[in-house]
């Protein structure tokens, strides 16, 4: 196709897409809703699903002791934990090390709990020579006495997991139900333009225009349509990841992990919702099209 002919289907285009007025304005507005929801699900469980491989990779086994274990004991099962096959490295915390950490973490609240007021254990952190032997380490580990508990990161990594194929059942059922909106919403528009346009096209017909000379305004507008409907989203999701990138980095840093930083990972994102904000406009138009347009 000439580029003389392209650019005057694009001009036609969204000439339509103004003729169209509120309902291309519903059409945009199922597109904004549909692709900000699912660019949320996708900025999560990319960064869900990286951290969780974080989590998994940490070869830490976090012991909490007894409060009422006296040092000795505590001696004894330190050395008792050293002697575990697949054990590297065993490390104490006392519970005022624990505390200050939260503090520092989150908040000088905290501080009330110092001194006999403090609720927290002492902590033996269990470092293992690969992470395939975590999870038996911690077993054996949880086997001996003055042991409270005694967790690994995979334990988090499964929880993590499991709340995220829920979120990914119903963020799906939501996404299905928002792109056939968005689809009935473009396929009508479109077809409001074939019928305005209808005398137009049968003479382009009888002076023996193609199928697809006649086509290319329609599909045009749909994927203008759809590309117009991810503005919104793009920026509002590009902005809210930056804060809440600026806001948790310090902590996830403090406890060994990470978010995508934001750059190459939101031009992914932002490519990806533009590149389904056509799928979807297009989609819309040869649904229509194909009902209502029969070249």
Request: contains cysteine; charged residues 20%; positive net charge.
């Amino acid at each position: 196709m000439k580029l003389r002919t392209m650019w005057r289907h694009i001009i036609e285009s969204l000439r339509s897409i103004k003729r169209n007025g509120w309902m291309t304005f519903a059409a945009v507005s199922a597109v904004t809703v549909t692709l900000f929801i699912v660019g949320a699900l996708f900025t999560i469980i990319f960064n869900v699903n990286n951290v969780s491989k974080q989590i998994e990779k940490d070869v830490k086994v976090r012991v909490e002791i007894d409060v009422k274990t006296s040092r000795n004991k505590e001696n004894t099962l330190r050395k008792e934990i050293s002697k575990i096959s697949g054990v590297k490295k065993v490390s104490f915390s006392s519970k005022k090390n624990e505390l200050d950490k939260i503090t520092k973490t989150y908040n000088s609240n905290f501080k009330m709990f110092s001194g006999d007021a403090n609720p927290l254990s002492d902590v033996f952190i269990v470092e293992t020579t690969s992470p395939n032997k975590t999870i038996k380490v911690a077993k054996e580990i949880r086997q001996l006495d003055n042991v409270k508990t005694a967790q690994y990161g995979g334990e988090q990594a499964k929880r993590l997991f499991k709340f995220m194929s829920e979120v990914q059942l119903w963020g799906t059922i939501c996404i299905v139900i928002l792109i056939a909106i968005a689809l009935f919403l473009i396929s009508n528009v479109i077809r409001l333009t074939i019928l305005s346009r209808k005398s137009e096209i049968e003479a382009m017909r009888l002076v023996g225009a193609t199928s697809w000379y006649i086509r290319w305004p329609f599909l045009l507008e749909g994927a203008e349509t759809g590309i117009l409907g991810s503005i919104i989203p793009i920026i509002v999701i590009n902005w809210g990841y930056s804060v809440v990138y600026q806001q948790t980095v310090n902590g996830l840093m403090n406890a060994g992990y990470s978010l995508f930083a934001p750059g190459m990972f939101l031009f992914q994102i932002d490519l990806l919702l533009i590149v389904l904000a056509i799928i979807i406009g297009s989609l819309g138009s040869l649904v229509s099209m194909r009902r209502f347009l029969k070249i």
